[in-house]
């Protein structure tokens, strides 16, 4: 929130040199203030425009959430609505991010901004050589028991999530809660898979 013109024009008016020869520009509704008092306005106005200008960044917005929401059509059935303004600016980048996503690299990126570590490996990675796989990524899937055949396995993208600890009960066997990040990153990884290939979402 910008200052209001009198406390402005009172801190212009510091920065005036001191003696007799200055001490009109501290006199309200003399001449010389009243000048000072046009200069803060200019002042207050640039503020604001500068402040507006910065409001329009995605990740630091408060009055463009609505527009950028809109924008980008992030209320999509993967996120949902939300209050909180901080959880509101994540998702708008997210989707802005979402926009060029192309490689392995790029989903794990992504993954990091919902907040989740992922690891992306190719369905013939988990598949062991013995079955015409990698065998160079766990859990080890097996064909035809998790996959039909080599090339179902080569076309499926499967994502690993690391669950943090936090997201457990404090029991000798840990029942995880809900993790509505996760949820959202995997409906929004389905879209932005290609089209021939499957996804599978595991935690680790």
């Known amino acids: 929130m910008s200052r209001s013109v009198d406390v402005e024009t009172k801190i212009i008016a510091r920065f005036m040199p001191g003696g007799k020869a200055w001490v009109t ?10 000048i000072l008092r046009g200069l803060a306005k200019e002042n207050i106005r640039v503020y604001d425009a500068i402040n507006l200008l910065r409001d329009t960044i995605p990740d630091e917005t408060e009055l463009f959430l609505d527009e950028w929401e809109s924008a980008l059509n992030v209320i999509d059935g993967c996120f949902r609505e939300h209050s909180n303004s901080i959880i ?3 998702n708008i980048v997210i989707k802005l991010a979402a926009l060029g996503v192309q490689t392995s690299a790029d989903f794990v990126t992504l993954g990091a901004l919902f907040g989740l570590v992922i690891e992306v490996n190719s369905g013939i990675d988990h598949v062991p050589p013995g079955d015409g796989g990698y065998g160079t990524a766990s859990p080890p899937f097996a064909i035809p028991a998790d996959f039909a055949d080599v090339k179902t396995a080569r076309n499926t993208i499967v994502i690993r999530v690391v669950v943090p600890a936090d997201l457990t009960f404090p029991l000798e066997f840990p029942i995880p809660f809900t993790n509505p990040s996760k949820e959202e990153m995997e409906c929004l990884f389905a879209r932005l898979k290609p089209a021939t290939n499957d996804l599978i979402v595991i935690e680790v």
Request: proline share 0%; aromatic share 8%.
């Open 25 to 34: 520009f501290r006199i309200v509704g003399h001449v010389a203030n009243l």
């Open 88 to 90: 509101r600016r994540r």
